[in-house]
Each structure stands twice: as C-alpha cells, then as structure tokens.
C-alpha cells in the first residue's frame, strides 16, 4: 500500500499541484468548502459523481490543511467506500486501514522528501522539525514512516501500540468525569501543546477540553 501511495501522490503532484493542498485538491475536481461543523475536524463526501471535502473553518490554519490532505486522501484511495460520508473527528487514531491510509496520503502530499531530508539533518526533536516544515507532528512522524520505507533509517514511536496504551488508561477514568469533558462543543488545542505528553495524548485520543479544576481532578485520578 505504501508503493501505490507513493506512486499515487507523484502523480497527483505532476497532474494537479497547486501552491497549496486546498488549490490541488481543487484542480483535481474536488469541491472544498470550510464550514461550521462543530466536533468534526471534517468530513468527506461522494454524491452524484460529486466530490466534497468539508472542513471545519474553526480549525487552524495548520489543522485546516491537515484535515484538507486527510480528506484529499480518502477521496484518491477510498471513494468508493465512501457512501454517506467520512466523519473525522479525530485524525490520528488510525483504528482502521483507510484511516492509516488517508494519513500516509496526507504526509507524502504535504511533505516532499527533500525538505523533510533537509530538516531532519539538524532538527533536534520530533516538534521542532514538524514546526520547521510547517505541519503536526503526527503527520512528520507518518512521513518518517514512508521515509524509511524507501530506504532511509529514522527511529520513529509506534503511534498505534501508544494510542492503545492510553485508550486503556482512559477507560479507567472515572465515566462522569470524561463525561464532563468530552462533548458537542469541543475546544480545539494549539498545536503547540503537542510539546506537553498528556496534551498530545488527550488531543489525538479523545479531544478533550482541559479545563481547570476538572483538568486538575483528572490529573489526580489517573
């Protein structure tokens, strides 16, 4: 999967490249729309030969361009599994084969082996370097991934044996506690936050809103 991933993006780039993600996925044929979406990071959408990705204009700008590759990427791999709908509200869970795929997509697309190259060969941590290419951290470390499939040899975390490690320890919070957190209206974190272990759990696993007392009760419970 990772060639045709490879093989899919060089082309994609060579057809349709735009300045931005937005402009090559719009060359492509592709309607995108920043809408009010509430939890939803975005979603995608395949109707009457129609292609929609929507994005929630709430986002960042850096989060708005992650959620545009994202979806960009089930609507080049996964359209025709896409009947009502992809709703992404949360990117980097990765708990299924197309999620994991439309993330591979969006770091081969948004990043371009030369440039990561480049800022590898003097970043000093995983964010500095996502800061310098101008992407999350998690799609760096997606990037790293396909890096290495061509031949390169960087150490990178086991996102998916991490993301089960907390998933078990939030399933030993307290119910009325993460019921108070997680909701309709969910904040969106600064992707700098990503720099603090817990904000970067809570962001990719459940999108919590860390608040307070009730950030600092579950601090106590865990």
């Known amino acids: ?18 300045r931005t993600i937005f402009q090559t996925a719009e060359n492509s044929g592709a309607a995108v729309w920043l809408r009010e979406l509430g939890s939803l990071k975005g979603f995608y959408l395949f109707e009457n030969n ?18 545009c590759a994202h979806e960009f990427g089930h609507d080049m791999l996964h359209r025709e599994l896409s009947a009502g709908g992809i709703r992404e509200s949360s990117l980097f869970l ?30 000093s941590a995983m964010e500095e370097a996502a800061f310098e290419l101008g992407v999350v951290p998690q799609i760096l470390s997606y990037k790293l991934e396909l890096l290495n499939h ?53 962001e990719e696993l459940c999108e919590l809103v860390v608040i307070g007392n009730e950030f600092r009760h579950i601090a106590a419970r865990s």
């Open 150 to 202: 061509k031949g390169h040899h960087f150490n990178i975390t086991d996102t998916a044996s991490d993301s089960r490690v907390v998933q078990r320890l939030l399933r030993r919070l307290n119910a009325h506690v993460v019921a108070g957190l997680v909701g309709q209206d969910m904040a969106l974190l600064d992707s700098r936050t990503w720099r603090y272990p817990f904000v970067r759990c809570v």
């Open 50 to 67: 129609r292609r929609y990705i929507i994005i929630n204009k709430s986002l960042d700008k850096l989060l708005q361009q992650t959620v």
């Open 94 to 123: 990765a708990t299924n084969k197309t999620e994991r795929e439309a993330n591979l997509f969006a770091a081969e697309i948004l990043l371009t082996d030369k440039e990561t190259l480049s800022v590898m060969s003097y970043a």
């Open 1 to 18: 999967m990772m060639d045709r991933i490879i093989s899919l993006v060089e082309q994609v780039r060579g057809e349709f490249g735009g």
